[in-house]
């Protein structure tokens, strides 16, 4: 039985050959600590690091690629962001389709004194702008808000909050762990403050890889989550204040990056909006297919111009751990069952708390995997009752 892997929303599987190659010319060939040493090793290495950095800022839409800090995901790069930013009495606003990486940080701090406001969205998992300039208050410091949702892929309106937060003089961090290389991004067109990104999603890179852009200026105001050594300014106790050795103590993941950067160079050669098309196709025969399956139950906004590939549903007569295993076992489907670290988007569309089946479309899957994986979702409604 051929696997069928959809849990790219997860971590994306395969990554592109170009992706191992250069871990492992890394790996076996250079092998150095970057910025550490003078040798040739080492400069070879620091000069990964920032030919990596430097293919980010482009496809990221930055002139300055030192305003992008390394982190080991986007979760690190989302509590470097919000703790850094919020004080108590700082009044925050974030939507009820957030992942958990946002919430939780803000719910910490919101029992510290940081006041939070989460906007209601639709059962779609759409946010209506219109709902959010209501929330904005005197103290509001900042808006923290997915680009696209895990659980439904619903895409949020970016480009008009970004505005609204302009207008406001608010900061505005984006959560784009599931759009970093699926979807067009632009931090400067935009006007996006804070862009927190992983690596091992659509960016085709590694686990353990990701970042937080910083607009030029805004790092006076975030202090690092780590200090130590940077390899720079040894002779001083204290820690650089310059971008972007502030946020960047510690050995890195040289091995990573190296990975990260050859994934995201993978997707400017072969075009971004060339990889949503794929995308989108793939994500809208399935949901065609699925929508004439009964029994069914779709979540989101069950089109595939207004989602990333994620689609989450349930079968009739069984749990979504239920439909998840014995997509695996019988047909070979991975998937990803549950409330996928989203326990308020999971409130927000009606599935908590026994959540949905998710399934995740790559860039690498086919139109046989649809087409196969509707076949399994047929055979498992008709065997619970329903037909066609």
């Known amino acids: 039985m051929n696997l069928i892997y959809f849990d790219n929303a997860a971590t994306s599987w395969p990554k592109p050959e170009e992706t191992l190659l250069a871990m492992d010319r890394y790996q076996r060939i250079i092998g150095g600590s970057p910025g550490r040493s003078a040798h040739r090793l080492s400069i070879e290495a620091g000069r990964i690091i920032m030919e990596t950095r430097e293919s980010l800022a482009r496809l990221f839409g930055t002139k300055d690629p030192f305003q992008i800090v390394f982190t080991k995901n986007a979760t690190e790069a989302l509590n470097l962001a919000i703790g ?196 989108m196709m793939l994500t809208r025969r399935f949901l065609d297919g699925l929508k004439s399956i009964s029994g069914v139950h779709i979540y989101g906004p069950g089109d595939a111009l207004l989602q990333i590939p994620v689609v989450s549903f349930n079968i009739d007569g069984m749990t979504s751990s239920e439909a998840s295993f014995a997509l695996d076992e019988q047909f070979g489907i991975m998937s990803r069952p549950g409330l996928h670290c989203a326990p308020a988007a999971h409130r927000t569309i009606g599935a908590f708390p026994g959540g949905t089946v998710r399934f995740s479309f790559g860039y690498f899957n086919t139109e046989e995997d649809i087409d196969r994986a509707l076949e399994a979702v047929q055979h498992l409604t008709s065997r619970h009752g329903h037909g066609k």
């Open 84 to 279: 850094g930013l919020l004080s108590p009495g700082d009044h925050v606003i974030t939507s009820g389709m957030e992942h958990n990486s946002v919430m939780r940080p803000l719910r910490a701090l919101e029992a510290k004194g940081c006041p939070l406001s989460v906007v209601r969205c639709s059962p779609q998992g759409v946010l209506d702008q219109a709902d959010l300039a209501p929330a904005i208050k005197s103290n509001t410091k900042a808006i923290v808000l997915t680009h696209a949702s895990n659980v439904t892929g619903t895409i949020m309106p970016i480009q008009e909050i970004a505005n609204i937060a302009r207008e406001h003089g608010l900061i505005f961090c984006v959560d784009a762990a599931q759009t970093a290389g699926a979807l067009p991004i632009h931090v400067e067109e935009m006007n996006i403050d804070l862009l927190a990104f992983t690596g091992h999603k659509s960016l085709f890179g590694p686990q353990g890889t990701g970042g937080l852009y910083i607009r030029k200026g805004l790092e006076k105001k975030i202090p690092p989550l780590l200090l130590g050594g940077t390899g720079s300014r040894s002779e001083f106790e204290q820690q650089p204040d310059f971008m972007p050795d502030r946020y960047e103590s510690g050995t890195p993941n040289t091995i990573g990056l190296a990975g990260l950067g050859a994934g995201v160079d993978y997707i400017t050669g072969r075009g971004i909006d060339n990889i949503r098309a794929e995308e």
